[in-house]
C-alpha cells in the first residue's frame, strides 16, 4: 500500500527508532556528498573540504553558493558551465594554498569592499595554475598576495559597473615574485598593478577600457611582452622600477589629457623596444635616469599619429633613441625643463618631416636631422597656454620665429644618422 503524501515509506515505519538512526546517518551521507546551501544552491565549500589532496573536482553545470575557500592541492574544474555565484559577500574564491588548478569557472558577484579587496579569486599560495576562467561583476579581478610562481593565463575579467575610479584592479600582484600572467582578457576595470613585485613576467593580455593599462611600482626586473592595450587613460606607466623590459607591445588610443603610452619615472635600465606607439596624447613621456651611469633605451619602436611623439623632461638626459620611426605625430619631441637636449643619444631613426637628401642611396640621410623649439616653447613653460596649442595664432607666431627668430632657438634633438626611408 503507497504512502500518503508526506508521510514517511512503510519500510521505515519498522523499528522506527533504529530505522530513524540509519536514515539519519544515510540523509548525513548524502549531505557531505551532495550539500545544497538554504537558497537550494549546491554549498560548493562542502565538495571542495571533502576532496582528498591531488583529486580532480569536476563540477556538473549549475549555480553554486560562495564564497568559497581552496586550502589543499586539487583540481577545481568547472568545465566552463559550473558558476560560482558570492552573493555580494567578500572574495568569491580564495585559494590559500599551493600547487592548486582552478580552470573553467564562472566567478560572480564579489562583495564591495576596497579595503578587503574582494576579488573574483583572492591567492596567498605559491605554484597555482588560475586558468580558463571567467569573472564578471568583480569589484577586482585577480589579486596575488605574498604569492610565487604562478600562473594566470586565458582568464576574462570584468569590474563591477561604476565609475573608473571605483572601480578594482583587474589583476594585482603585492609583494608576488616570478609569476607569469598571460593572455587574459581584460575590459573596463580600474588598474593592472604590480607592486613591490620584481621578477614577473606580464604577456599577451588585451587590456581595454581602463584607467591604467599597467602600472609597475617598486617592482623591478619584469617583462611586460606583447600585450594590446588600447583605450585606457594610461598605458604602461613604470614608477621606481629598474630592469624593465617593454617589448613588442600594441598601444593604441590613450587619449587622456595627461595620458601616455608609456611612462617612465625615477627608474634606471629601462629597454623600450619593438613597440606600437599609436594614437595618444602623448606616445612616450620619460625623465632622465637617476644614477650618473643609468640609461633608458628606446629601440626599433612605431611612434604615429600622436598628438606628442616623445616628451622628455629631467636635467641629466640619460635617454638612447635607435632605429625608431617617427610618423605623423602632431608634434615630434617636447623637452621640459632646462635640460641639455644634447644629453640624450638619437640615431639612426626615420624621420616623415626630414628635409634633407640621400644621394648616395645608402638608406641614410646626407645631413643630420635637428629639431628646434621655436614659439612652441611657449605652451611648454606656460601649460595654460595648451589649449592655444595649434591656433591659427601660434601657428603663425611660429611660423615668423621660423623665418626670422627674435632669438635663438633651442636645439632639441640632433640625430647625426637618420634614416631616409621607413624600416
Avoid at 209 to 238: D, K, Q, W
Wanted: net charge neutral; with cysteine; aromatic share 6%.
Amino acid at each position: 500500500m503507497p504512502a500518503p503524501d508526506g508521510a514517511c515509506p512503510p519500510a521505515l515505519l519498522i523499528g522506527r527508532v533504529t530505522m530513524n538512526r540509519r536514515a539519519f546517518g544515510l540523509l548525513l551521507l548524502i549531505c557531505l556528498a551532495h550539500p545544497f546551501s538554504v537558497l537550494g544552491r549546491p554549498s560548493l565549500q562542502s565538495l571542495v573540504d571533502a576532496t582528498p589532496p591531488g583529486s580532480i573536482l569536476r563540477l556538473s553545470p549549475g549555480i553554486y553558493a560562495g564564497p568559497v575557500t581552496l586550502s589543499r592541492a586539487i583540481v577545481l574544474d568547472g568545465g566552463g558551465k559550473a558558476i560560482i555565484d558570492g552573493g555580494g559577500k567578500r572574495s568569491v574564491l580564495r585559494v590559500n594554498t599551493g600547487n592548486a588548478v582552478v580552470r573553467g569557472l564562472i566567478l560572480r558577484n564579489t562583495g564591495n569592499s576596497h579595503d578587503q579587496m574582494d576579488s573574483g579569486i583572492a591567492i596567498e599560495g605559491d605554484s597555482n595554475r588560475i586558468e580558463d576562467n571567467v569573472i564578471e561583476n568583480a569589484l577586482f579581478g585577480i589579486v596575488l598576495k605574498q604569492s610565487n610562481h604562478n600562473r594566470v593565463r586565458r582568464n576574462y575579467i570584468r569590474s563591477k559597473p561604476a565609475e573608473l575610479s571605483m572601480r578594482g584592479e583587474s589583476v594585482c600582484l603585492w609583494n608576488s615574485i616570478n609569476n607569469r600572467i598571460e593572455n587574459n582578457d581584460i575590459a573596463d576595470t580600474r588598474d593592472f598593478t604590480l607592486m613591490n613585485s620584481p621578477n614577473n613576467h606580464v604577456s599577451g593580455n588585451s587590456i581595454r577600457g581602463s584607467r591604467y593599462g599597467m602600472h609597475l611600482i617598486f617592482s623591478p626586473n619584469c617583462h611586460i611582452e606583447g600585450n594590446h592595450i588600447s583605450n585606457n587613460a594610461t598605458g604602461i606607466v613604470v614608477l621606481n622600477s629598474d630592469y624593465i623590459t617593454i617589448r613588442g607591445n600594441t598601444l593604441r588610443h590613450t587619449a587622456g589629457i595627461g595620458g601616455a603610452c608609456i611612462a617612465i619615472k625615477k627608474s634606471n635600465e629601462i629597454l623600450a623596444e619593438g613597440n606600437q606607439i599609436v594614437h595618444c596624447a602623448t606616445g612616450i613621456l620619460s625623465d632622465s635616469p637617476v644614477g650618473d651611469m643609468n640609461r633608458v633605451v628606446f629601440r626599433a619602436n612605431r611612434v604615429a599619429h600622436n598628438t606628442t611623439g616623445i616628451q622628455l623632461y629631467g636635467e641629466r638626459g640619460g635617454h638612447i633613441f635607435e632605429n625608431n620611426r617617427f610618423e605623423k605625430n602632431l608634434v615630434q619631441v617636447v623637452m621640459s625643463g632646462s635640460g641639455d637636449a644634447l644629453s640624450n643619444r638619437w640615431h639612426g631613426n626615420y624621420w616623415d618631416d626630414y628635409q634633407g637628401f640621400d644621394l648616395n642611396h645608402d638608406g641614410i640621410g646626407d645631413t643630420p636631422h635637428e629639431i628646434y623649439a621655436y614659439a612652441d616653447r611657449i605652451w611648454i613653460e606656460t601649460p595654460a597656454a595648451t589649449f592655444f596649442r595649434n591656433s591659427p595664432a601660434l601657428e603663425l607666431l611660429d611660423f615668423l620665429e621660423r623665418l626670422a627668430p627674435f632669438s635663438a632657438p633651442d636645439l632639441l634633438v640632433r640625430d647625426p644618422r637618420p634614416r631616409f626611408s621607413p624600416m
